[in-house]
């Protein structure tokens, strides 16, 4: 008999169906432990409704919960890990796929493991911006300029820089739990994409899995393909973002022109033919795969795009460059939170930089509020300069410090919010299990 589910016997032409399995074999390894995981909560649906033996179906579970710690390879002719995961269930393997079908197997899966992705990232996101507020903190008052169009423009301070990026990123962290709510209906149930054709307690599958809610239209659920995942990739390109422009900063900042801050040697590169180099290659690349998200980003909506309602084998194709940018996006975020404790600030350098322009506006403002139309405390500050004759007072020339102990109360809210989450699927998860 053939390895393919849906064999009937029928010719096969075996590099038709090596294109169309595409890269299966290897994106369905990272998704088999989750297809384990929703197969149990099927199985166990059926033995509770009485469409299967409840012997039977314990017998399957307890199967499931075995075949979690153990290799399952996917081999090509078998296709995808569905294939496979029935196989190694052997005889009752055969009665599993009772009111369902791979279009919501997969989606179940797929919603699983953006589940628990989803934390993980968001874990390794928080460790960014406590480790930005650590920074700032360090740096509080440690004077540097602060920028526009690439030009000198205001005062700043390193505490001020590290700040703003630990803002940017807990805002994207704060979005964490309405991502979740989307991602937080249960498709399994769905089957093709029009319902089961026997009565099934769909409600009690979402229970066991641990959703809040049925993704109550099979339809729905079939047209969401890609649609949750653009969701989530969209999420990380934008964290990804305030990133990037970290990361560039440094990158400036750190070359012998400024020489503001500096890299450790072990965080560095060589040159293959210049003795003397030493390369800030992790900046480069941490900049690179910002872009790298982006792209795969647009293939994902480029994919999921362009077609009608329900089911259609393109959406197959979606699978690893989403998964693709889940572990670039992973590794760019525990990157970034080990680069900030290793940076070396040069204060003098840093300080040095602030020319006694760049106190112009403070000056301008002063004047103002001493009753001074802005407009002409404008013009004599800029006359000033012109002519050689601005001199700040000390007082204008103190650096700007951040607030920082709101951002850390927000971010150990949220590590909160993210502990609870993953404790509540850990213990969703045993208990599916302990099924005697």
Same mark, same amino acid.
């Given at each position: 008999?053939?390895?393919?589910?849906?064999?009937?016997?029928?010719?096969?032409?075996?590099?038709?169906?090596?294109?169309?399995?595409?890269?299966?074999?290897?994106?369905?390894?990272?998704?088999?432990?989750?297809?384990?995981?929703?197969?149990?909560?099927?199985?166990?649906?059926?033995?509770?409704?009485?469409?299967?033996?409840?012997?039977?179906?314990?017998?399957?579970?307890?199967?499931?919960?075995?075949?979690?710690?153990?290799?399952?390879?996917?081999?090509?002719?078998?296709?995808?890990?569905?294939?496979?995961?029935?196989?190694?269930?052997?005889?009752?393997? !055969?009665?599993?796929?009772?009111?369902?079908?791979?279009?919501?197997?997969?989606?179940?899966?797929?919603?699983?493991?953006?589940?628990?992705?989803?934390?993980?990232?968001?874990?390794?996101?928080?460790?960014?911006?406590?480790?930005?507020?650590?920074?700032?903190?360090?740096?509080?008052?440690?004077?540097?300029?602060?920028?526009?169009?690439?030009?000198?423009?205001?005062?700043?301070?390193?505490?001020?820089?590290?700040?703003?990026?630990?803002?940017?990123?807990?805002?994207?962290?704060?979005?964490?739990?309405?991502?979740?709510?989307?991602?937080?209906?249960?498709?399994?149930?769905?089957?093709?994409?029009?319902?089961?054709?026997?009565?099934?307690?769909?409600?009690?599958?979402?229970?066991?899995?641990?959703?809040?809610?049925?993704?109550?239209?099979?339809?729905?659920?079939?047209?969401?393909?890609?649609?949750?995942?653009?969701?989530?990739?969209?999420?990380?390109?934008?964290?990804?973002?305030?990133?990037?422009?970290?990361?560039?900063?440094?990158?400036?900042?750190? #070359?012998?022109?400024?020489?503001?801050? #500096?890299?450790?040697?072990?965080?560095?590169?060589?040159?293959?033919?210049?003795?003397?180099?030493?390369?800030?290659?992790?900046?480069?690349?941490?900049?690179?795969?910002?872009?790298?998200?982006?792209?795969?980003?647009?293939?994902?909506?480029?994919?999921?795009?362009?077609?009608? #309602?329900?089911?259609?084998?393109?959406?197959?194709?979606?699978?690893?460059?989403?998964?693709?940018?889940?572990?670039?996006?992973?590794?760019?975020?525990?990157?970034?939170?080990?680069?900030?404790?290793?940076?070396?600030?040069?204060?003098?350098?840093?300080?040095?930089?602030?020319?006694?322009?760049?106190?112009?506006?403070?000056?301008?403002?002063?004047?103002?509020?001493?009753?001074?139309?802005?407009?002409?405390?404008?013009?004599?500050?800029? !006359?000033?300069?012109?002519?050689?004759?601005?001199?700040?007072?000390?007082?204008?020339?103190?650096?700007?410090?951040?607030?920082?102990?709101?951002?850390?109360?927000?971010?150990?809210?949220?590590?909160?919010?993210?502990?609870?989450?993953?404790?509540?699927?850990?213990?969703?998860?045993?208990?599916?299990?302990?099924?005697?």
């Amino acid at each position: 008999m053939s390895e393919q589910l849906w064999w009937k016997n029928l010719p096969l032409d075996e590099q038709i169906h090596a294109f169309t399995v595409g890269d299966d074999p290897a994106t369905d390894q990272q998704l088999l432990p989750f297809d384990i995981i929703g197969s149990a909560a099927h199985a166990r649906m059926l033995g509770e409704s009485g469409l299967l033996p409840e012997a039977e179906a314990k017998r399957l579970v307890r199967q499931l919960r075995d075949l979690r710690g153990s290799e399952i390879k996917i081999t090509r002719a078998g296709e995808d890990c569905h294939t496979a995961l029935e196989r190694a269930l052997g005889e009752a393997g !055969q009665r599993i796929h009772l009111a369902r079908s791979r279009n919501d197997q997969v989606q179940t899966a797929l919603r699983l493991l953006m589940r628990s992705r989803l934390l993980d990232l968001a874990d390794a996101l928080a460790i960014g911006i406590s480790q930005s507020l650590e920074f700032a903190c360090r740096h509080r008052a440690w004077m540097m300029p602060g920028y526009t169009h690439m030009r000198r423009a205001m005062p700043s301070s390193w505490g001020m820089w590290g700040a703003a990026i630990a803002e940017g990123l807990l805002e994207e962290l704060e979005q964490v739990p309405a991502l979740w709510l989307r991602l937080d209906r249960c498709p399994l149930g769905a089957a093709a994409g029009f319902g089961a054709p026997v009565a099934i307690n769909r409600e009690r599958s979402a229970q066991l899995l641990g959703f809040g809610r049925v993704q109550r239209n099979p339809g729905d659920v079939m047209n969401s393909r890609g649609r949750h995942e653009q969701a989530m990739a969209a999420w990380v390109v934008s964290a990804a973002g305030t990133i990037e422009k970290a990361v560039w900063d440094l990158l400036l900042w750190s #070359s012998d022109e400024f020489g503001f801050v #500096s890299l450790p040697d072990a965080f560095t590169t060589g040159s293959s033919l210049m003795p003397q180099k030493r390369n800030p290659d992790v900046l480069e690349m941490a900049r690179g795969t910002c872009r790298e998200l982006r792209g795969l980003a647009a293939l994902l909506s480029q994919l999921s795009g362009g077609l009608p #309602s329900s089911y259609h084998r393109d959406q197959q194709l979606l699978k690893a460059p989403f998964l693709r940018i889940l572990a670039k996006a992973q590794q760019l975020f525990e990157i970034f939170a080990r680069l900030l404790p290793a940076l070396e600030v040069d204060r003098e350098k840093s300080a040095a930089a602030n020319s006694c322009e760049i106190h112009a506006a403070r000056e301008a403002c002063r004047l103002a509020a001493e009753g001074m139309p802005f407009r002409h405390a404008y013009r004599k500050v800029a !006359q000033q300069i012109q002519d050689g004759s601005f001199r700040p007072s000390s007082e204008q020339t103190s650096a700007p410090e951040p607030d920082l102990e709101k951002p850390k109360t927000e971010l150990l809210e949220m590590q909160a919010w993210l502990r609870d989450r993953r404790a509540f699927l850990e213990r969703t998860t045993v208990r599916l299990f302990e099924w005697e």
